[in-house]
C-alpha cells in the first residue's frame, strides 16, 4: 500500500521568510495530493491540492510542486505569518479506483513563525 | 464550521469496555471516512462508507466497527479498548467519495482509554 513520508517534522522560521515542506510517495497508482493544514486544537482543513497532471499550483502566499518521476511533492510558504503557524499535512490518494479518497497522510510538520 | 458534527466531544473510559462515537455528515454528502489521530502514528485512514455501503478499509482494528444509517449518519464502535487506543478520532465527509471530492472534516472525538 501507499507510504508517505514528510518532511521535517518541526520548522521554525523568522516572519516574513519561506517555508518548505516535502514528503515522497511510494505508489505510482497515487494522483491526488491535497496538504491539511490543522491549528492547535482544530480540525484538518484542506489548504491546497494539486492532480499529477500539474507540475505546480499557486494559491496567493501557498504553492505546491510535484516531481511523479521522483514521487515527491512540495508545500512552498512565502512571506510567512505568524498564523501560519500550524501542523501541515501532506497526503496521497489514487484519484480512481477502489482505494481512491482514502488519504494516506505524511506525519506532519508543525510550522512556527516567530514574530 | 465544515458542517460535519461529531459527537461525543470528549469520551473518557476504562480498559475493556466498548464506546460509540457519531459522525453526521455535511448535508449532502454521501461518503464517510473516519481516520484516527494519535501522536505516534499521525492521522491514518480507517474506513470509509458512501451511501451506506462500506467503501475500503484501511488499518482499522477488528475490535473496531462502523456502519452508515440510511440517514447518512455514521458510528464508530470500539470495542474492548485498550490503553493504545487513546486518540483522537476524525469524520471527514465528501459528495461522492471520490478522490477530487474534498474532504470536510469534523471536530473530532477525543478519546481517552484509562
Known amino acids: 500500500g501507499e507510504n508517505v513520508e514528510q518532511h521535517p517534522s518541526t520548522l521554525s522560521v523568522q516572519e516574513g521568510d519561506s517555508a518548505v515542506i516535502k514528503c515522497t510517495y511510494s505508489?505510482?497508482?497515487?494522483?491526488?495530493f491535497p496538504w491539511y493544514k490543522q491549528e492547535l486544537g482544530k480540525r484538518p482543513q484542506l489548504i491546497i491540492d494539486?492532480?499529477?497532471?500539474?507540475g505546480e499550483k499557486k494559491d496567493q502566499r501557498i504553492a505546491v510542486t510535484l516531481n511523479k518521476t521522483a514521487k515527491h511533492f512540495s508545500l512552498h510558504i512565502t512571506e510567512t505569518q505568524p498564523e501560519d503557524s500550524a501542523v501541515y499535512f501532506c497526503?496521497?490518494?489514487?484519484?480512481?479506483?477502489?482505494?481512491?479518497?482514502?488519504?494516506?497522510f505524511g506525519k506532519g510538520t508543525k510550522l512556527s513563525v516567530k514574530p | 464550521d465544515s458542517g460535519v458534527t461529531q459527537t461525543p466531544k470528549h469520551l473518557i473510559t476504562a480498559t475493556g469496555q466498548r464506546v460509540t462515537l457519531r459522525c453526521s455528515p455535511r448535508?449532502?454528502?454521501?461518503?464517510v471516512y473516519w481516520y484516527q489521530q494519535s501522536l505516534d502514528q499521525g492521522l491514518q485512514f480507517l474506513i470509509q462508507?458512501?451511501?451506506?455501503?462500506?467503501?475500503a478499509k484501511g488499518n482499522i482494528l477488528e475490535r473496531f466497527s462502523a456502519q452508515q444509517f440510511p440517514d447518512l449518519h455514521s458510528e464508530l464502535n470500539l470495542s474492548s479498548l485498550e490503553l493504545g487506543d487513546s486518540a483522537l478520532y476524525f469524520c471527514?465527509?465528501?459528495?461522492?467519495?471520490?478522490?477530487?471530492?474534498?474532504?470536510?472534516f469534523g471536530a473530532g472525538t477525543r478519546l481517552s482509554v484509562l
Open positions: 462508507y458512501y451511501n451506506g455501503e462500506e467503501r
Open positions: 494539486i492532480r499529477s497532471n500539474v
Open positions: 448535508s449532502g454528502d454521501l461518503s
Open positions: 497526503a496521497a490518494t489514487p484519484l480512481y479506483g477502489g482505494s481512491q479518497g482514502n488519504l494516506i
Open positions: 471527514a465527509s465528501s459528495v461522492t467519495g471520490e478522490a477530487k471530492n474534498i474532504q470536510y
Open positions: 505508489d505510482s497508482a497515487s494522483n491526488y
